[in-house]
């Protein structure tokens, strides 16, 4: 009895041991597997697997859709972004030592999970926090990142990963050099060193031409004051519609604007400013008096006329402005 | 254009008094155009300081009178940052209070005792007419044309976009630094023609000044260079060049060190590098030069310009690395997000979470500047026509300065100037070729001497030649000949009148309806058409100085600091100089969390009011509400766990503050303020806000920690006491609960021993 009783006691730890080795393997299958392709393609059964609780490590799974037809811009950016993270944070970490299994779960693979989760969008990264060892964290719900502000860089998918893991190492982000990218530039600059070199006898009276200046800092000019800038910026749509089946050329409120109403006002702006040059400069120099009247009366036609438009145009923009010229009321 | 007129009428030097004087009256007239159509509000309203920033200022030149130069100089503001403070003495631009101060004891000389508030409020409008004469004497050094500068001061009077900045009240830097500018320029040009040490001299004094002045100095630190730069491009170096840059650049340097918010940066930050830069290669060009003169070898030449190019090449290597050792500093974060645009956004959200930096879309130009902004173009072409060193720094300036309002509302105001000098260039040459009386003869029969006679540069095909041997503009191909008809000048001229006539309505119309609300009061129709004032702001400042202690801290969102450091003299936690990040969101996170969480928060920081800005009830946009996201993000860069953007929209990604308001947007302190009892105003159900346009829910918000003080009459400030530690040491939800009547749960947890809380 005495016997089995000791025999009993003497297993005790080493049945617990086993029970370990189980926790422990798990973890080592999935980094193993991960080593050799981070981060981890999953499916429903090994997700559940993967995430099933108690686990002594933690998981980073990406629910996406890549395909298609399901029309997700964002998740398609992320991806290779996604993809670096996993790689180069694996690859750092070849012990296990920050105990983070990457995943990615699209929704072809995973139409089961997305249900359970009640996810309606796409992408969601979670973060399953261990429940047992040492990192165990009492909350066991995923952490979730927010997609909110556009695409993100895996710069500051991994900061946000850093934070949640703060007691353990962080293997850093290496993006891999751009051979193509340097490649390209590096021929692009010998490339257009070569062609200077060799076109500036004929480069140089383009160069030193004041016509090519002064029609460079007009259309520069024209640019600026007609808000590409603000396209630019803010990324407006090139036009709209108008929700009757037309195209809504001008954006209402004054502080909004389309791509194709800026370049409508900049052709305004240059029209009205070419005529405004011909008056004053071309004009005064036409020989033929007739000649001289007919374009007196077209340019000052033009100037009339454009100034109206525009008049019109900035009363859509700007409801309650009073003033306008006759053909356009 | 009466100057331009009487010409023809009055002729040698009779003549040339009557017209002197006659420009000298036009000139004093559009002064006194500019003054006066800055003073909408002060009729309307009464003498008053506007907005947020001129509080600050008024408040800062108070003490510079009453305390002294010295003093000023060294203050300590430990009534603003609370706690922290603020080194307010190095920390601003003084040049604006010691200009009203300078004022101030002049008029007191001469036993003219004015309040100081008056000087502050009238200090803009003043200066706008020097700006006038400023930019009439930076335009006739562009032009010949008599009339130009006329019409470039009369458009600089009276253009919205400088309006816009120094109405009576707008007691802002701007007010003074745009006449600074355009002065500077001026004698920048000035210095360019004579190559004179003075004029260059004079030029870095008033470069101090407007240093001293504003921030946007450093448009003229990097405008200047590239000058300069453009000049050596087009092989346009001269001895001239070289004597007025080297001396604006030293003396400038200098001048602008003395001012200690700027101190180092001239020769350490990267926004100043491009001055220093040139600056090195005047030398290297000088030098070449030099030896080219003394040597007239070919290969010698040559060899130099390759030397040059390395110098250059290294000294722009050199320049790098310092700049990534660390040793310049890095661009400034507002000076940064003009090139990379969209830096801000990501990496600073306090400055994109300014109005005054959005970018430009293009009725705002049109708003600004009418009719100008279609003559600007027109006017940068006429400076091809002749290109010497002024046209050149025209065009430079032009490019420069509409890339930069396209990127930033708030510069709009750098690029009024030039807009204005080249639009009374373009309105110049057609007045002037059209309000001529003489019209040339008819080619048939006078095609002999009609060449001679009316253009005087000799032959036609002469002319071409010439023309084209110049290199010269192509609409500038052919002689002047002039313009035949009296119906054709009659038509332009009567059609030219008609469109400034809108400009003046529409610049009228501007500052009259855009430019001229103090927003400290607003301004309201009763259904009679009879105006209403809407004093709230002042009401509620008035209140806290009367009725709470001297030395009570005040919470509230950044935008109103400046007003309360000045309007109700109380210290605060956060204002418009946003010098500490950290700081303000704290403040946003005591605002968008839950009560209990933001209670600690204002203990810590001895806050004993909060105020919010409230503008349900009337429908003014402008409240904290709508102001509320960014206060979130701020908070949300510091404490990303802690404050998160995405809980304050609803599962389908609206901004909600009714029954679909989230949970979080339901228990932040910012929510409850507005809304704490603002059902009672409405019978059941009816409560609705009037700026979201909303039904607000049957049950209004529940507030545990902190107290209503005082809520102006319609209801737009809204001020909160924080209520002190319970007596009996419960917590306050629970103490609230029991002062409401509601049964006190059973405690089954027995407490444990007290232990002090380490945070």
């Given amino acids: ?329 | 254009m009466t100057a331009a007129t009487s010409d023809s009428l009055l002729k040698k030097s009779t003549g040339r008094n009557t017209r002197g004087l006659l420009r000298l009256v036009i000139l004093c007239t559009i002064a006194a155009a500019a003054v006066a159509s800055r003073l909408f509000s002060v009729i309307r309203f009464e003498s008053i300081i506007h907005e947020f920033d001129p509080w600050f200022n008024f408040r800062a030149t108070k003490y510079l009178v009453a305390n002294g130069f010295y003093d000023f100089w060294d203050w300590f503001d430990d009534r603003t940052w609370h706690p922290l403070g603020r080194v307010t003495g190095g920390t601003l631009y003084p040049g604006l209070m010691v200009t009203s101060g300078i004022i101030w004891h002049a008029l007191r000389a001469l036993t003219l005792p004015v309040d100081i508030r008056n000087i502050c409020v009238l200090l803009a409008p003043g200066f706008s007419g020097l700006t006038a004469f400023a930019t009439y004497l930076f335009t006739n050094e562009m032009t010949t044309s008599p009339s130009a500068g006329l019409l470039a001061a009369v458009f600089m009077g009276i253009a919205p976009g400088y309006i816009s900045r120094s109405v009576a009240g707008s007691y802002d830097n701007e007010a003074i630094a745009i006449f600074l500018l355009v002065f500077t320029f001026y004698l920048w040009i000035k210095a360019l023609k004579v190559g004179s040490v003075f004029w260059g001299a004079l030029c870095a004094l008033f470069y101090g000044y407007m240093v001293s002045a504003w921030g946007g100095y450093v448009f003229i630190t990097n405008l200047i260079p590239l000058h300069v730069f453009v000049l050596v491009c087009m092989g346009r170096f001269s001895p001239r060049l070289y004597v007025s840059y080297t001396t604006w650049y030293a003396i400038g340097t200098l001048a602008s060190m003395q001012i200690p918010f700027v101190g180092f940066l001239p020769i350490r930050s990267s926004e100043h590098m491009s001055a220093l830069g040139v600056f090195g290669l005047l030398q290297l060009v000088g030098f070449v030069e030099f030896v080219r003169a003394a040597i007239p070898s070919k290969q010698f030449g040559t060899l130099l310009r390759g030397f040059v190019l390395l110098v250059f090449a290294i000294s722009l290597f050199g320049l790098v690395t310092l700049t990534f050792a660390g040793v310049i500093a890095p661009w400034t974060g507002r000076f940064y997000s003009l090139w990379d645009t969209g830096y801000a956004k990501i990496h600073i959200p306090i400055i994109a979470s300014v109005s005054e930096h959005q970018p430009t879309a293009w009725p705002a130009f049109f708003f600004d500047l009418n009719m100008l902004i279609w003559l600007f173009p027109a006017g940068v072409y006429l400076c091809f026509l002749k290109l010497n060193d002024e046209q050149v720094f025209v065009v430079v300036y032009s490019i420069l300065a509409s890339y930069f309002s396209g990127v930033m509302v708030r510069l709009m105001l750098t690029l009024t100037p030039v807009v204005c000098v080249s639009a009374a260039l373009a309105m110049s040459y057609i007045l002037d070729s059209y309000l001529t009386v003489k019209s040339p003869e008819t080619p048939e029969s006078v095609s002999s001497t009609a060449d001679s006679s009316v253009s005087g540069n000799g032959s036609t095909a002469s002319a071409k030649k010439a023309a084209k041997q110049e290199g010269g503009l192509r609409a500038n191909r052919q002689p002047l000949v002039g313009i035949y008809t009296l119906f054709s000048k009659i038509s332009v001229v009567s059609a030219m009148t008609a469109y400034l006539l809108i400009f003046v309505a529409h610049c009228t119309w501007v500052t009259s309806n855009a430019y001229s609300s103090p927003s400290v009061v607003l301004a309201s129709r009763l259904p009679d058409g009879s105006q209403h004032i809407i004093d709230d702001y002042r009401e509620a400042y008035q209140w806290l100085r009367q009725n709470t202690a001297e030395d009570a801290k005040i919470m509230s969102w950044w935008d109103y600091g400046y007003q309360i450091g000045g309007m109700a003299d109380r210290p605060t936690l956060v204002d418009n100089n946003t010098w500490n990040n950290t700081h303000i969101a704290t403040v946003g996170k005591a605002m968008s969390s839950k009560e209990e969480v933001s209670y600690p928060i204002m203990r810590q920081h001895e806050v004993d009011y909060v105020l919010v800005v409230f503008g349900g009830l009337l429908g003014y946009s402008g409240d904290d509400i709508n102001k509320f996201l960014w206060m979130v993000r701020i908070a949300e860069g510091i404490w990303p766990d802690e404050v998160k953007e995405r809980n304050f929209f609803t599962d389908r990604g609206e901004y909600a503050v009714d029954d679909r308001a989230t949970q979080t947007m339901k228990d932040s302190l910012m929510y409850k303020m507005s809304y704490y009892n603002y059902n009672s105003l409405f019978p059941p159900g009816q409560a609705t806000d009037r700026v979201r346009g909303v039904k607000m829910p049957e049950v209004g918000p529940v507030l545990n920690t902190v107290e209503e003080a005082f809520t102006s009459e319609n209801w737009i400030i809204r001020i909160y006491k924080v209520k002190d530690l319970d007596n009996v040491g419960r917590d306050h939800a629970s103490a609230a609960s029991f002062e409401r009547g509601n049964k006190k749960k059973k405690v089954t947890k027995r407490r444990g021993p007290k232990v002090l809380r380490v945070e």
């Avoid at chain 1, 995430?51 to 799974?61: G, H, L």
């Avoid at chain 1, 790689?87 to 750092?92: E, I």
């Avoid at chain 1, 490649?183 to 062609?195: D, S």
């Fill in chain 1, 1 to 329: 009895m005495h016997f089995f009783k000791a025999l009993l006691l003497a297993l005790l730890p080493a049945a617990s041991l086993g029970a370990k080795k189980v926790a422990t393997d798990k973890f080592q299958d999935f980094h193993l597997k991960a080593l050799s392709s981070a981060p981890l393609k999953l499916a429903d059964k090994s997700y559940d697997k993967l995430t099933a609780s108690p686990r002594d490590y933690s998981v980073a799974v990406l629910l996406t859709a890549l395909e298609n037809r399901f029309g997700c811009q964002l998740c398609r950016e992320f991806q290779p972004e996604w993809d670096l993270l996993a790689k180069s944070w694996t690859k750092g970490d070849k012990k296990g030592d920050s105990r983070l299994v990457y995943g990615t779960l699209d929704f072809m693979d995973g139409k089961g999970t997305f249900q359970s989760l009640g996810l309606q969008t796409a992408p969601v990264l979670l973060l399953f926090q261990p429940t047992t060892g040492p990192h165990a964290v009492a909350d066991s719900g995923p952490l979730r990142y927010d997609f909110t502000n556009g695409p993100q860089s895996a710069e500051q998918v991994h900061a946000w990963i850093a934070r949640h893991l703060h007691d353990r190492p962080h293997p850093v982000l290496r993006r891999p050099i751009n051979w193509v990218r340097g490649f390209a530039i590096t021929t692009t600059i010998l490339g257009t060193i070569t062609f200077i070199t060799v076109a500036w006898p004929y480069l140089l009276p383009v160069i030193q031409n004041r016509n090519v200046w002064a029609a460079i800092s007009l259309i520069a000019i024209l640019l600026f004051t007609s808000g590409h800038m603000f396209n630019h910026i803010r990324k407006v749509p090139y036009v709209a519609g108008d929700g009757r089946g037309g195209i809504s050329y001008f954006a209402g409120g004054f502080s909004n604007q389309y791509g194709l109403e800026t370049q409508i006002v900049a052709a305004m702006y240059g029209l009205l400013s070419f005529a405004t040059i011909s008056l004053a400069l071309k004009v005064p120099r036409i020989a033929d008096p007739r000649t001289q009247q007919v374009a007196v009366l077209i340019w000052g036609g033009v100037i009339f006329v454009m100034y109206s438009f525009l008049l019109s145009v900035f009363r859509i923009k700007n409801g309650g402005y009073p003033f306008f010229l006759p053909p356009f009321m």
